[in-house]
């Protein structure tokens, strides 16, 4: 007899883009998350804090559906991870920014092209590539160092850069591993007001770090994860002033609410 | 479909792994053009031996000495019933004052010695000529062991000593062709397949960030194919121009020499091409689901 697994049956919010109901994790027998549960609407700013190995990155492996879950569902902008047709990835992924703590830019080519490559994979009109690249690279404040290589730019102008790559396809979803990791405080701030505004025009952004002080400032929603499991899933109550500095943003008593 | 700025991109790709590996690449393509060189001599060897064949068959013809004893009646019996017989074109009589005629002019000045001859020792005979599809061996031989059992004939000669040494010859280059072909074909996927192995480890960062901004596998896979094609063709072209050069100098002194036809030529290029996409093809199987983590 084929038994329902209870979890299957659990209600699943329709509005949610991101959705994780029970999901359990392995690298091959190395566990790295186990009963995953939470949601992310559009336009949301999720922060994924934890110690080194809680399970941030591996979150986020799943967004993008570079990895699979072992247990439980994904659903990813109303796709199901476990009925993803591999072979349709790519397509999702064009819906999905990326960046990380290294940049991962081609060190071999300018800024533009670093960022029109994004666009010239997914088969953009050599017109529209132009349009759009100068878009993003004139929001990040990149324009007129457009023809420099990455390793002529600060790291806080390379992750710039990487975020205009993650955003030139205008994604719907963009995911942020540790993005200020290698970054000083200035360019830190930099970065995520960046993603601020991205947030603002209605993308929902998923940012992980293990930086306890920008938790403070600008966490509006938090998930705290430790040992591959969520130990707390909290919310501000109040809006973050998103234009105040860094030092300014820190929680006052009484802020927090459970989410 | 593909758009003019991924054409570009393509074509650009499918150069720079040229390009960032200029020795490894020029080696690799040396090493290939050698080992369809090979290929190729062996090719055109075959090629000039059926050739020769083919020229040797055609000239296949038989005379049927006759019985010195026979009257003029059964002489003139015996054309037809030789034309009847299946594979036959042309038959001709050669009376034995015409063979002797003839054997006057070929001996030229010597030709005095036959002065001293008090008969014509040389019988009449017929020459017959066979239609295109019996001239091989088989058939001859056929035709003449029908002949030879008639009580009217002497003697049947007919060239097959030269249809037969060319005939093992060429079963034996054949055979040669086809060990050599299987063994270069191997050979050459192997070594496309390394060396496009080699650029997909040095490419590993692009093909990272090309799954990471949701290019289809098809997509990644095919400035590596261009790249195995290319070098394919290269190789192929590196040996044909090879073979080419030798087969001129060689001309020289074997007249009658044939060259592949263009038709040739391009089928070759073809096989080296297709030699390429399935290096790049069996590179990629393993390398690219390997790589499959962003
Ligand atoms: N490719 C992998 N193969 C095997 N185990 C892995 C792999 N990636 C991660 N892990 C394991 O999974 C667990 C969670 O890793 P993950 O990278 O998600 O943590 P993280 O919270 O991002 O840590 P960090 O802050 O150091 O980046 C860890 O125990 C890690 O060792
Ligand atoms: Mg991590």
């Not at chain 1, 209870?6 to 186990?34: C, M, N, S, W």
């Not at chain 2, 040095?202 to 090309?210: C, D, H, P, V």
């Amino acid at each position: 007899m084929k038994r329902i697994d209870p979890r299957e049956q659990e209600p699943q919010d329709p509005r949610a883009v991101i959705g994780f109901y029970h999901v359990d994790l392995a690298y091959k027998d190395q566990t790295a998350l186990q009963n995953i549960s939470f949601t992310a609407s559009n336009g949301e700013f999720l922060c994924l804090t934890g110690p080194s190995g809680a399970g941030k990155s591996s979150i986020l492996r799943l967004i993008a559906m570079d990895a699979f879950p072992t247990k439980g569902q994904v659903i990813i902008r109303g796709m199901l991870a476990s009925k993803m047709n591999r072979r349709k990835v790519p397509l999702l992924r064009r819906e999905i920014g990326y960046v990380f703590q290294d940049f991962r830019l081609l060190d071999d080519r300018s800024v533009y092209d670093n960022v029109a490559f994004a666009q010239l994979v997914v088969g953009v009109k050599s017109a529209d590539i132009k349009m759009n690249v100068m878009r993003v690279l004139t929001q990040v404040g990149l324009w007129n160092k457009r023809h420099r290589l990455p390793r002529q730019l600060s790291g806080g102008e390379q992750q710039r850069a990487a975020i205009a790559r993650a955003m030139v396809n205008s994604p719907k979803i963009l995911l942020a591993d540790e993005p200020t990791g290698n970054l000083d405080p200035v360019n830190a701030q930099e970065t995520i007001d960046l993603l601020f505004r991205i947030n603002d025009s209605g993308t929902c952004v998923v940012f992980s770090t293990h930086d306890q002080q920008i938790v403070k400032a600008f966490g509006e929603r938090v998930i705290v994860m430790n040992d591959g499991r969520i130990a707390s899933d909290i919310k501000r109550k109040t809006m973050v002033d998103r234009t105040a500095n860094l030092t300014d943003r820190m929680y006052q008593p009484g802020e927090l609410i459970n989410a | 479909m593909l758009k003019g700025a991924q054409v570009r991109y393509l074509m650009k790709e499918s150069f720079a792994g040229f390009h960032r590996r200029k020795l490894t690449t020029g080696v690799t393509i040396l090493i290939m053009g050698s080992s369809l060189l090979v290929l190729a001599v062996l090719t055109l060897a075959t090629l000039n031996l059926d050739h020769l064949l083919a020229k040797a068959r055609s000239s296949i013809d038989m005379r049927v000495f006759l019985l010195e004893s026979l009257d003029p009646g059964q002489v003139a019996e015996l054309q037809p019933r030789l034309l009847v017989i299946p594979g036959v074109k042309e038959v001709k009589f050669i009376s034995s004052e015409t063979a002797l005629h003839e054997f006057r002019t070929s001996l030229g000045q010597d030709a005095g010695v036959l002065d001293f001859l008090e008969t014509n020792p040389l019988p009449a005979s017929y020459h017959i000529q066979f239609t295109a599809g019996a001239r091989n061996l088989d058939s001859v031989r056929q035709i003449r062991d029908e002949i030879a059992a008639w009580p009217e004939v002497a003697e049947i000669i007919f060239n097959q000593g030269w249809v037969d040494a060319l005939e093992g010859w060429s079963a034996r280059f054949r055979m040669a062709n086809l060990i050599t072909g299987l063994i270069v074909f191997i050979a050459v996927v192997f070594v496309i397949s390394n060396t496009v192995k080699l650029t997909m480890a040095a490419s590993s960062r692009l093909i990272q960030i090309q799954k990471l901004v949701g290019a289809t596998n098809g997509f990644i896979r095919l400035p590596f194919l261009c790249e195995g094609m290319l070098q394919g063709v290269l190789a192929g072209g590196l040996a044909m121009g090879l073979v080419a050069v030798a087969s001129s100098f060689m001309q020289n002194r074997l007249s009658g020499m044939i060259f592949f036809s263009v038709e040739q030529i391009a089928g070759f290029i073809m096989f080296c091409m297709v030699l390429g996409l399935l290096g790049s093809w069996s590179a990629m199987r393993k390398y690219l689901t390997l790589q499959s983590e962003l």
